[in-house]
C-alpha cells in the first residue's frame, strides 16, 4: 500500500478511550496514523454521520474454507456427523486448489471482512505446497497470494503461516489429505526467513507463526521452532489451535496424562506474544494460569457452533483477568458483530442469565465486548491500533442508521448496542484502514 495524504474526518460521534464524544475531527498524518483528535471540532473534512467504532481484528481465519462454507451441511447417518467428519469433506476440498485459486478466494474473502467492519485479519495459512505435498519452486508461494489478496482487498493482515509436521499426539504420521500442511523446523524457519523481507517496512502487514496444534507439533519440536523463530524476530506473534474438541482433550490425556492447555503452558513460556484460539475446553487450573498468562484467546463463535466444538468459558475467563478477540474461522460468518452476539447469547443459554459479558451495572454488552475484542485482537496480530487515540493506527469503521425498521435513535451507545444484537437497519457505512478509505460499493 502506499502511504496516504493527510486526511481529516469530522464525525458526529466517535467512541473515545473516554467514552462517546461529540462532534469529533480526526486528522490522519502520512504514516496512516492518528495526528491529532479534537472533541467538540467545528466541521472540517470528511463528514460522518452516525457513529464512529476503533477498527476491529479479525484474528484467526482460514481463508480457502469461506468457499467451502455451506457446502458441507448435509447430514451423514445419524449421530455421526462431528468436527472430525466435517475436516475429512475440508481436506477433501482443498485437494485440488492451486495458487490462483487461494488468492482468488482470499481477496473475496477479505473484501467482504474489510465491508462488514473488519479491519486487520490474521491468516492462518497451511496449505503451503502443491497437490500431493511437493513443495512449490518457491515454497512461499501460497503465503505471498495471501498478502497479495490483502493489498487487492485492502485490509491489513498478520500472516501466520503454519507448521505441521504430525498426524496425532505424539508424533503419529501425517496421512496423505495432510502433505499440502507439512514442514520439518529446518524447512519452516527457511520459510519464514523467506517472508521476513515481505513484511518489512509495511504498515499494512505483520508476521508471526502458528504452529498448528498438540496434535500435529511435538512439544519438543515446538520449542525447537519458537527458538528458532526467537533467533530471527523474538516480536513474532505466536498462534495455536488448542482444546478445541472434547476428543482432542481425551486424545491428550491418553497419551501423556495432561490436558492440551494444560500440557501447551508446561511445555513454552506462554506469554502476551500468545493467541490460544478456541481454548474451548478449559479445567479451573487451565483457565487460571490460561488468564495469568497474558495470551489472548481468540473465540471464533459461529465456527466454534457450527462444528459443534462447544461454549468457551467466557465470563469466568475474563473474571480471571483473560483477554479475548475473535476471529471468523471458516468463515460462515463475516460480520464482527454477529461474532459478539453469539458468544453473549451462548453463555445466556449456558447460564439462564442475561447480560452476562457486561463489564458491570449499567455497562452495554455490546460495548463492553466489542472494547475487549478491539484491544484484544490488535494486541494478538502485533497490530498499534484497537482505540482511536493519537499515535494509533488510524483503523475506524463508520455506523449508519438507514430505513429504520425501529424507532431512530440519536444516542450513538444505543446504536452500537442495536448493531451487536438488533441490527435491523443499521450497516457499516465506511471502513476506514490506516487512514484509507475505499468506497463500500466497492467491497460488497
Not at 493482515?157 to 495432510?178: C, H, K, S
Not at 475487549?372 to 482505540?387: E, F, N, W
Not at 438488533?422 to 468506497?439: E, K, Y
Request: aromatic content about 6%; some cysteine.
Amino acid at each position: 500500500m502506499q502511504n496516504p495524504t493527510p486526511s481529516r474526518w469530522h464525525a458526529r460521534f466517535a467512541l473515545l478511550p473516554g467514552g462517546w464524544a461529540r462532534d469529533v475531527l480526526l486528522e490522519v498524518g502520512e504514516d496512516g496514523r492518528f495526528s491529532g483528535i479534537e472533541t467538540g471540532a467545528k466541521p472540517s473534512g470528511t463528514r460522518l454521520d452516525g457513529a464512529v467504532l476503533p477498527g476491529i481484528a479479525n484474528v484467526h481465519s482460514h481463508a480457502f474454507q469461506f468457499a467451502l462454507a455451506g457446502q458441507a451441511e448435509v447430514a451423514g447417518p445419524v449421530g455421526h456427523d462431528s468436527f472430525w467428519t466435517w475436516r475429512e469433506s475440508m481436506y477433501g476440498f482443498l485437494a485440488d486448489l492451486d495458487p490462483d485459486d487461494i488468492e482468488r478466494i482470499a481477496t473475496r474473502l477479505y473484501t467482504g471482512l474489510r465491508a462488514r467492519g473488519y479491519t486487520a485479519v490474521g491468516e492462518f495459512h497451511y496449505v503451503h505446497h502443491a497437490p500431493g505435498g511437493t513443495p512449490y519452486v518457491d515454497p512461499a508461494e501460497t503465503s505471498l497470494r495471501l498478502l497479495r489478496a490483502a493489498e487487492t482487498a485492502g485490509i491489513s493482515i498478520t500472516l501466520l503461516p503454519v507448521f505441521y509436521e504430525d498426524g496425532g499426539f505424539g508424533g503419529q504420521p501425517a496421512g496423505n489429505r495432510q502433505r499440502r500442511f507439512l514442514h520439518d523446523p529446518d524447512s519452516y524457519l527457511k520459510l519464514i526467513e523467506r517472508l521476513i523481507p515481505e513484511v518489512r517496512g509495511r504498515d499494512d502487514r505483520r508476521l508471526g507463526i502458528a504452529p498448528h496444534s498438540l496434535r500435529a507439533v511435538r512439544p519438543e519440536r515446538l520449542a525447537a521452532v519458537i527458538a528458532g523463530t526467537d533467533a530471527l524476530d523474538p516480536c513474532l506473534r505466536r498462534h495455536i489451535h488448542v482444546a478445541e474438541q472434547r476428543q482432542e482433550v481425551e486424545d491428550c490425556m491418553a497419551w501423556c496424562g495432561r490436558r492440551p492447555v494444560e500440557l501447551l503452558l508446561d511445555s513454552v513460556d506462554v506469554d502476551s506474544r500468545w493467541c490460544l484460539v478456541h481454548a474451548t475446553h478449559l479445567s479451573t487450573s487451565e483457565r487460571e494460569r490460561m488468564a495469568a498468562s497474558g495470551a489472548i484467546a481468540g473465540l471464533c463463535p459461529t465456527t466454534e457452533a457450527n462444528l459443534g466444538d462447544g461454549l468457551f468459558p467466557a465470563e469466568d475467563y475474563l473474571a480471571d483477568g483473560g483477554q479475548i478477540a475473535i476471529g471468523s474461522d471458516s468463515h460462515v460468518c463475516l460480520d464482527p458483530a454477529e461474532e459478539l452476539r453469539w458468544l453473549e447469547n451462548g453463555r445466556r443459554l449456558a447460564t439462564g442469565g442475561r447480560t452476562v459479558l457486561a463489564n458491570g451495572a449499567g455497562q452495554g454488552v455490546g460495548a463492553s465486548l466489542l472494547h475487549r475484542v478491539q484491544t484484544g485482537g490488535a494486541r494478538a496480530l502485533g497490530r498499534d491500533g484497537g482505540t482511536l487515540a493519537v499515535g494509533l493506527d488510524a483503523d475506524f469503521i463508520h455506523l449508519l442508521e438507514n430505513d429504520p425498521v425501529q424507532n431512530p435513535v440519536d444516542d450513538p451507545a444505543t446504536l452500537l448496542e442495536r448493531w451487536v444484537f438488533a441490527p435491523h437497519g443499521i450497516h457499516v457505512a465506511d471502513s476506514i484502514i490506516l487512514g484509507r478509505h475505499r468506497a463500500m460499493e466497492a467491497l460488497q
